[in-house]
């Protein structure tokens, strides 16, 4: 029958070997997690309250809401509403 020894003399377990994977998990898990935005673009043109494509890069590139996109936050994904399928955008 194996023991674990926390005393942190040699032996089976010491005490590095049980409390540096519990330390290491607790940093992992305190660590703030940056979570990437979907910009959905839903306008070819400039309208109040719309999401442009230019909108869109400048929101992802920023991480700040621009026109009527949502704010970017870390690695962003621009997709593009289904309205605007056939559509030509214009930079």
């Given at each position: 029958m194996k023991t674990l020894n926390l005393s942190?003399?040699?032996?089976?377990?010491?005490?590095?070997?049980?409390?540096?994977?519990l330390c290491m998990l607790a940093?992992?898990?305190l660590a703030p997690q940056v979570m990437a935005e979907?910009?959905?673009v839903n306008s070819c043109d400039t309208v109040p309250g719309?999401?442009?494509?230019?909108?869109?890069?400048?929101?992802?590139?920023?991480?700040t809401a621009t026109?009527?996109?949502?704010?970017g936050n870390g690695?962003?994904?621009i997709i593009f509403a289904?309205?605007?399928?056939?559509?030509?955008i214009t930079l």
């Open positions: 942190g003399k040699s032996g089976c377990f010491g005490l590095k070997t049980v409390l540096l994977p940093v992992m898990m979907t910009i959905t719309t999401c442009t494509l230019s909108d869109a890069i400048t929101a992802a590139n920023t991480d026109g009527g996109c949502a704010a690695d962003d994904t289904a309205s605007l399928s056939g559509q030509i």
